[in-house]
């Protein structure tokens, strides 16, 4: 904070939350084979599975101090801005729990703030725990099995409203499922209402999760690249503070989507991002099997058995001469808060039921058709035999 030097990251964790399932609710069915749904949103913390407990400490950037000039950006304002920081004792870096940091805490900053509509209370998922998601509508797949699943609006919409031209669009399905008899060439669509947008990924490998064979689907590179490799993401340039024109890949400017914040998400420890995001700060170590994201779906019924949502989220910081608290910071740079893994997987019971209702079938199956083209291979061979025999024989 003296010297502006860069920060030093240590990776800390896992902290565990397990998210709760509810089924979903305000279920509606419709003639044209659609169904209408919302998606409960709750979450709780799992102490056996975690380094620590919520009340552990970490020291990170201050979320308030840091989106303020984002979201006041009239000089008059942030000049107050500076004296309530003063008055408040808010620095550039802070050091909060867990669970503050995660779900919320009121921010001493915001409080000085003499509006009424200033919202006090900061956490990089407040308020997303008890929340609901949606409404989704979707295809059931009566009619067209190919179409199960896939999003027919979100929120009401066909699109999203935070880019333009095709990259607002609501594509594929939310990734729990997918179409029967998938084939490997395909590319998967999915939509993902946190980061508002939607995501391709590609064929990888076979799996075998639990004696099932499962095709996994990764999240190539290309997907958050600079228009410069990837000419479809010219749509998701939407801001050109970190790169001129767009020229740097790896990480997605969402601030329409989180109120104006200055939240930028990339994959875990900028892999796969430009080297310039490495040069202000320290200690990240980008590891590829570590921090992709894959799914790992059957291909018969489409269903994801297997999946692994590794984001990494990230705040703008900016140097502000106007406030004190921002005046050291040399370079406008992206500051790592966290990174998740959202994980799942088919659970022992639910993998048994699953093997004798789909699997074991699909193997007889198999077995029989072998078998049967054995047992005809061996008449067809026969008659070819019997039928020259007979041939060489005299006609009476």
Same mark, same amino acid.
């Given at each position: 904070?003296?010297?502006?030097?860069? %920060?030093?990251?240590?990776?800390?964790?896992?902290?565990?939350?397990?998210?709760?399932?509810?089924?979903?609710? #305000?279920?509606?069915?419709?003639?044209?084979?659609?169904?209408?749904?919302? +998606?409960?949103?709750?979450?709780?913390?799992?102490?056996?599975?975690?380094?620590?407990?919520?009340?552990?400490?970490?020291?990170?950037?201050?979320?308030?101090?840091?989106?303020?000039?984002?979201? &006041?950006?009239?000089?008059?304002?942030?000049?107050?801005?500076?004296?309530?920081?003063? !008055?408040?004792?808010? #620095?550039?870096? +802070?050091?909060?729990?867990?669970? @503050?940091?995660?779900?919320?805490?009121?921010?001493?900053?915001?409080?000085? /703030?003499?509006?009424?509509?200033?919202?006090?209370?900061?956490?990089?998922?407040?308020?997303?725990?008890?929340?609901?998601?949606?409404?989704? +509508?979707?295809?059931?797949?009566?009619?067209?099995?190919?179409?199960?699943?896939?999003?027919?609006?979100?929120?009401?919409?066909?699109?999203?409203?935070?880019?333009?031209?095709?990259?607002?669009?609501? #594509?594929?399905?939310?990734? !729990?499922?997918?179409?029967?008899?998938?084939?490997?060439? @395909?590319?998967?669509?999915?939509?993902?209402?946190? /980061?508002?947008?939607?995501?391709?990924? $590609?064929?990888?490998?076979?799996?075998?999760?639990?004696?099932?064979?499962?095709?996994?689907?990764?999240?190539?590179?290309? !997907?958050?690249?600079? %228009?410069?490799? $990837?000419?479809?993401?010219?749509?998701?340039?939407?801001?050109?503070?970190?790169?001129?024109?767009?020229?740097?890949?790896?990480?997605?400017?969402?601030?329409?989507?989180?109120?104006?914040?200055?939240?930028?998400?990339?994959?875990?420890?900028?892999?796969?991002?430009?080297?310039?995001?490495?040069?202000?700060?320290?200690?990240?170590?980008?590891?590829?099997?570590?921090?992709?994201?894959? *799914?790992?779906? @059957?291909?018969?019924?489409? &269903?994801?058995?297997?999946?692994?949502?590794?984001?990494?989220?990230?705040? *703008?910081?900016?140097?502000?001469?106007?406030?004190?608290?921002?005046?050291?910071?040399?370079?406008?740079? /992206? &500051?790592?808060? *966290?990174?998740?893994?959202?994980?799942?997987?088919?659970?022992? @019971?639910?993998?048994?039921?699953?093997?004798?209702?789909?699997? #074991?079938?699909?193997?007889?199956?198999?077995?029989? +058709?072998?078998?049967?083209?054995?047992?005809?291979?061996?008449?067809?061979?026969?008659?070819?035999?019997?039928?020259?025999?007979?041939?060489?024989?005299?006609?009476?």
């Amino acid at each position: 904070m003296m010297n502006g030097s860069n %920060p030093i990251l240590k990776e800390k964790g896992p902290y565990t939350y397990r998210m709760r399932y509810k089924a979903k609710e #305000n279920i509606s069915e419709y003639f044209d084979h659609t169904l209408s749904y919302l +998606q409960p949103n709750i979450i709780r913390f799992e102490p056996d599975m975690s380094v620590g407990s919520e009340n552990d400490t970490v020291t990170t950037v201050n979320l308030a101090v840091v989106a303020a000039p984002a979201l &006041f950006k009239t000089g008059l304002i942030q000049a107050l801005m500076d004296i309530w920081m003063k !008055a408040s004792k808010s #620095n550039f870096l +802070q050091t909060r729990t867990v669970k @503050e940091l995660l779900w919320g805490y009121e921010d001493p900053f915001l409080k000085k /703030i003499p509006m009424v509509k200033v919202k006090t209370v900061v956490g990089v998922f407040y308020p997303y725990n008890e929340t609901l998601d949606g409404p989704y +509508q979707i295809y059931s797949g009566k009619g067209d099995l190919n179409k199960k699943g896939i999003i027919v609006t979100f929120n009401n919409s066909r699109t999203v409203p935070h880019w333009k031209s095709y990259c607002g669009m609501v #594509n594929g399905t939310d990734g !729990a499922s997918f179409h029967p008899f998938m084939n490997k060439s @395909e590319e998967l669509r999915f939509f993902s209402s946190d /980061i508002c947008r939607s995501m391709s990924a $590609n064929f990888e490998s076979e799996q075998t999760v639990k004696d099932i064979l499962l095709y996994r689907f990764v999240i190539p590179p290309s !997907a958050f690249a600079s %228009p410069v490799i $990837n000419p479809d993401n010219n749509c998701f340039c939407t801001d050109i503070e970190i790169s001129e024109n767009c020229t740097l890949g790896g990480v997605l400017d969402i601030k329409s989507c989180k109120g104006g914040k200055p939240v930028y998400i990339s994959l875990p420890h900028f892999l796969h991002a430009s080297k310039e995001f490495f040069h202000f700060v320290e200690g990240l170590k980008p590891d590829a099997e570590e921090h992709k994201t894959f *799914l790992d779906i @059957e291909p018969t019924t489409g &269903f994801t058995l297997h999946f692994a949502k590794r984001l990494q989220i990230n705040i *703008l910081v900016k140097p502000n001469l106007k406030i004190t608290a921002l005046k050291k910071v040399k370079h406008h740079f /992206i &500051f790592p808060i *966290l990174w998740l893994n959202e994980s799942a997987i088919i659970s022992d @019971e639910k993998a048994d039921v699953f093997r004798s209702k789909v699997t #074991n079938k699909i193997k007889l199956l198999h077995f029989l +058709q072998l078998a049967l083209m054995i047992v005809g291979s061996v008449i067809f061979l026969g008659f070819l035999i019997a039928f020259f025999l007979c041939k060489g024989k005299s006609p009476k």
